[in-house]
């Protein structure tokens, strides 16, 4: 775990409509009052903590290979007990053209390894903000192709579930950064192809891939609504879209809990 800009847990003013969705499901995402706490750790890692003029909140991020059951989110003032309750994702069969990317070669090896250790590098980070932009939209126009969790099977073989939401648009709609933040990483992997990662701070980080452009730099920060890029088909894809994900504690979350509901 790598701590960025200080001590953890810094509150962070936000109204209360723009919170995630409180989903405790494998999966999803715990919206948990916390008292006069400042600061909170689930699974060994800090998270989230935000404000609202009734209460502190902590934001917590579930990964799908949680056990339902009773989980411990430990904060400054004691423990807080809560229920992650069971959901069952449906199955997704796809073909892929390109079976060197369902089953690659040996020589891929090394740097599918490499894209997953710098991915990995910025998901288990936690920086340091004041200012975690919560009032997410949706980062492109088009139709939900392929829904979070589903549990895939490429080319008639088992792979992990789905990890974002596939939003299916023409080559080159543009892509909008959904809420502000700093682009953490850029780069053309061998899965997503061109792919970009923003940090929004406190171990929230957005993730774009199969782009057919990127038109930010790591370093950057941008606001809602600017432009980071265009819809393609690069990478594992069965055709063009976005396949947009979001980490929360390093754990990945149902982007589609970020939405607002109309």
């Known amino acids: 775990m790598k701590v960025i800009g200080g001590f953890i847990g810094m509150l962070v003013a936000v109204a209360a409509q723009a919170l995630p969705d409180h989903d405790p499901v494998p999966g999803g995402v715990a919206v948990l009052e916390i008292g006069a706490a400042v600061s909170a750790r689930y699974d060994g890692k800090p998270v989230l903590v935000t404000r609202t003029q009734a209460a502190n909140l902590a934001v917590v991020g579930l990964p799908l290979s949680t056990t339902p059951g009773q989980h411990r989110l430990e904060t400054g003032r004691g423990v807080i ?11 997704q069969r796809l073909t892929i053209a390109d079976r060197r990317k369902v089953n690659p070669y040996a020589e891929d090896r090394e740097r599918i390894t490499r894209e997953r250790r710098e991915m990995d590098s910025i998901f288990t980070s936690f920086t340091v903000s004041r200012n975690v932009d919560l009032s997410f939209r949706q980062p492109t126009e088009g139709v ?3 829904s979070f969790g589903l549990r895939r099977i490429l080319n008639d073989q088992p792979r992990s579930p789905h990890s974002g939401m596939d939003i299916a648009a023409p080559e080159g709609t543009d892509i909008l950064a959904p809420a502000a933040g700093v682009i ?9 192809g061109n792919t970009v990662l923003i940090d929004h701070g406190q171990g929230l980080v957005t993730l774009y891939c199969h782009m057919s452009q990127i038109d930010v730099k790591p370093g950057q920060r941008v606001t809602q609504g600017e432009l980071l ?7 594992r894809v069965t055709g063009a879209h976005l396949h947009w994900g979001v980490s929360l504690n390093n754990a990945r979350v149902n982007p589609g809990l970020f939405l607002p509901k109309d």
């Open 144 to 146: 939900i192709s392929g």
């Open 81 to 91: 007990s809560f229920e992650v309750k069971p959901k069952e994702y449906r199955v």
């Open 229 to 235: 890029g265009r819809v393609g088909k690069t990478g």
């Open 184 to 192: 953490a990483a850029t780069g053309d992997y061998f899965f997503n």
